[in-house]
């Protein structure tokens, strides 16, 4: 370590730093002393999904996310399920404190830094990470573009803006180098014009210095960066956890079809309840002039005893009602003639059985979704726990929140961009708070604050 005219050199192992007090910026690059470098990004066949000009395909027909958000809007259960687990993760909003080592413990100090909340009073950070929680909840992988200020002897990056995963796509692999070079930026790529796509430099920020980022892309004026949890073989666009709910013949297709067929025997069957038998010659019987009648007013008569019989069989008062029907008997044959009869139908409409289908194709879409079944409304086997005092809502509340700092990772990473090189603290932390429900003996306001 040594400082000469306000710079101060750090250095040892595979990276040094430099921090230049007087214009306040820091800059890390590799030392002379590193070892070999890193292994180039893996070759990818690129041909398996294809590619759209100079661009990577995103699913064979280049549609993928289009055609997963659709599948979403159309089901009743997936995409509000989605939006309550955003509003979940992002809690009472977003923070950020240090993290300081004491001893054997840390503690998070909460201080304001200006430079961050200069930062944070020119961006929308918080309504960034909403967009950026959907994308990562639909499509688990986020792209997010970065502005640099004009000052090449103090390079900061003053603005940075969400973009659309739909929207984006990575440039095809750089023969040399491996690389994924740029990120293509359109609108929609169904009908999508090659000569308008908007390429921006695509960073790997975990693989390069803060100094090679800058030689990259700081005369470009911007530069972006993508982000996914971990797809295990999936190097180029990662794969969301529900992948499977997806599937051409799967469970999320199967439900959303659920109320297109209900809704086609409703309008397509019949509904009938009771089948009555009247003897064709009670017509004649009742009415002499039968004969005579034009056929009108035969069809008027017939109306009216339908009416009649309605009236007298349907509504609870009807109920246990007891029917008299009389019949003849053939003096040749001795057989018994037709008389009147009420034959209730069957229905026929499987209606039941769709609705268990329903609830079933239900069950596996939170499953997929990685929802607690009390979250989403669904009553799980065995009944509810608790007898419905509320604490199996509370504990799937509290399991999903001690799980989201490894999503708050990858949905919060372009904040630790952001850091990384404008030179914030380096044990800044970014987080979301909490107000995690409790039972009125534990906390008399019913809530206690946590932040992850």
């Known amino acids: 370590m040594n400082r000469s005219e306000g710079v101060e050199i750090l250095g040892g192992g595979t990276f040094m730093g430099m921090v230049n007090y007087d214009a306040g910026f820091v800059i890390t690059t590799k030392s002379d002393e590193a070892a070999k470098s890193a292994v180039k990004p893996p070759l990818i066949d690129g041909d398996v999904d294809g590619q759209t000009g100079n661009w990577q395909n995103w699913g064979d027909d280049n549609l993928w996310p289009t055609r997963v958000r659709k599948l979403m809007e159309s089901s009743t259960l997936a995409a509000p399920l989605i939006y309550k687990s955003v509003c979940r993760m992002y809690g009472t909003g977003l923070v950020y404190w240090q993290n300081v080592r004491s001893g054997a413990t840390i503690e998070k100090d909460f201080s304001e830094i200006t430079e961050v909340e200069d930062f944070l009073l020119m961006n929308p950070v918080d309504f960034i990470a909403l967009e950026r929680m959907m994308d990562f909840r639909y499509f688990n992988n986020i792209f997010q573009e970065f502005i640099w200020n004009i000052s090449e002897k103090n390079p900061k990056i003053v603005e940075t803006h969400h973009l659309e ?55 470009k004026g911007k530069f972006a960066v993508h982000s996914k949890f971990p797809s295990p073989g999936r190097p180029i666009y990662g794969t969301p956890a529900h992948q499977a709910l997806f599937n051409k013949d799967g469970w999320l297709a199967f439900s959303n079809e659920i109320p297109k067929i209900l809704n086609s025997v409703l309008k397509n069957g ?76 069957k229905d026929s409409s499987n209606f039941d059985k769709e609705l ?97």
């Not at 995963?165 to 023969?175: G, I, N, T, V, Y």
């Not at 040399?176 to 390429?199: A, C, Q, R």
């Not at 309605?310 to 044959?333: C, H, P, R």
């Not at 289908?357 to 086997?381: F, K, N, V, Y």
């Open 270 to 345: 019949m509904n009938l309840k009771y089948h009555i038998k009247i003897p064709a010659n009670y017509w004649k019987a009742v009415h002499p002039k039968w004969d005579q009648m034009s056929v009108a007013k035969q069809k008027e008569i017939k109306v009216d005893k339908l009416e009649e019989m309605n009236k007298w069989l349907v509504g609870t008062k009807n109920a246990m009602k007891s029917f008299i029907s009389e019949y003849a008997v053939d003096q040749v044959t001795g057989k018994a003639l037709p008389g009147w009869e009420i034959e209730e139908l």
């Open 165 to 219: 995963a739909e929207f984006c796509r990575f440039s095809k692999q750089d023969e040399t180098t491996n690389e994924f070079k740029n990120i293509g930026f359109y609108g929609d790529w169904e009908n999508v014009n090659l000569s308008k796509v908007t390429p921006i430099t695509n960073i790997d920020w975990k693989r390069v210095t803060v100094s090679e980022v800058i030689d990259k892309t700081f005369k």
């Open 356 to 452: 268990l289908s329903s609830q079933e194709s239900d069950a596996h879409i939170t499953r997929a979704l990685g929802e607690d079944p009390s979250q989403a409304g669904l009553q799980p086997q065995g009944g509810k726990m608790g007898a419905g005092s509320g604490s199996d809502k509370r504990t799937s509340f509290q399991n999903a929140i001690s799980m989201s700092p490894a999503e708050q990772l990858i949905v919060l990473d372009f904040l630790y961009v952001i850091g990384k090189v404008n030179g914030w603290p380096a044990n800044l932390k970014w987080g979301f708070q909490h107000e995690v429900p409790t039972t009125l003996n534990e906390n008399k306001s019913g809530t206690t604050e946590i932040t992850e």
